[in-house]
């Protein structure tokens, strides 16, 4: 079990970092697509199976789809591509990812480990309906304020897209 964890680990960063360093932006979308399914392989040794298929299902599909049609429907040429990065976004470029280095080593500075106990392990911490109890008792008020924020972003979403009575159309 812990070869499999160190196999999609490796091949999760891997993908990670094809899809940061692909020149090709069909290819960096297709390396995040294997990433979404490597993290859902990590969701499945974690035995949260049912997050494990909405990852694949939600972010896998219809992301994917979703940025691959934007992708398509832009239709950059090679020529946009291929434009030179200045030296200060370069620099700032590095500034940001090292200031991220740092948070991220001063965070997980005082992380604990924890281990194992196969006495007190509970196999179905990740199903379905530990996750409806958990979400609609303990955090039922996160979970009714991420619903009101989807709904207005759907109605911004409408309201951005509606076309006026004078606009033009393509």
Same mark, same amino acid.
């Not at 001063?106 to 106990?117: C, F, I, M, T």
């Not at 509970?122 to 199903?127: F, K, N, P, W, Y």
């Not at 989807?150 to 309201?159: H, I, N, Q």
């Given at each position: 079990? +812990?070869?499999?964890?160190?196999? #999609?680990?490796?091949?999760?960063?891997?993908?990670? #970092?094809?899809v940061v360093i692909s020149k090709n932006?069909?290819?960096?979308?297709?390396?995040?697509?294997?990433?979404?399914?490597?993290?859902?392989?990590?969701?499945?040794?974690?035995?949260?199976?049912?997050?494990?298929?909405v990852n694949i299902i939600v972010y896998?599909?219809?992301?994917?789809?979703?940025?691959?049609?934007?992708?398509?429907?832009?239709?950059?040429?090679?020529?946009?591509?291929?434009?030179?990065?200045?030296?200060?976004?370069?620099?700032?470029?590095?500034?940001?990812?090292?200031?991220?280095?740092?948070?991220?080593?001063?965070? #997980?500075?005082?992380? +604990?480990?924890?281990?194992?106990?196969?006495?007190?392990?509970?196999?179905?911490?990740?199903?379905?309906?530990?996750?409806?109890?958990?979400?609609?008792?303990?955090?039922?008020?996160?979970? +009714?304020?991420?619903?009101?924020?989807?709904?207005?972003?759907?109605?911004?979403?409408?309201?951005?897209?509606?076309?006026?009575?004078?606009?033009?159309h393509f």
């Open positions: 079990m +812990e070869n499999v964890f160190y196999f #999609l680990a490796s091949l999760t960063l891997l993908c990670a #970092l094809m932006p069909v290819h960096s979308i297709i390396f995040l697509i294997i990433t979404f399914f490597t993290i859902s392989g990590h969701y499945i040794l974690l035995n949260a199976q049912f997050l494990a298929a896998a599909g219809a992301i994917m789809v979703l940025f691959l049609f934007v992708i398509m429907f832009l239709s950059i040429s090679k020529n946009e591509r291929d434009h030179k990065t200045s030296t200060i976004t370069k620099i700032t470029g590095t500034i940001a990812g090292g200031l991220l280095f740092i948070v991220m080593i001063a965070a #997980l500075k005082d992380a +604990e480990v924890g281990s194992y106990n196969a006495e007190n392990f509970d196999s179905q911490i990740g199903m379905v309906e530990n996750l409806g109890k958990v979400l609609f008792t303990k955090y039922l008020l996160p979970f +009714e304020i991420v619903s009101v924020l989807f709904l207005v972003a759907m109605v911004g979403a409408v309201m951005l897209g509606k076309k006026e009575v004078g606009d033009r």
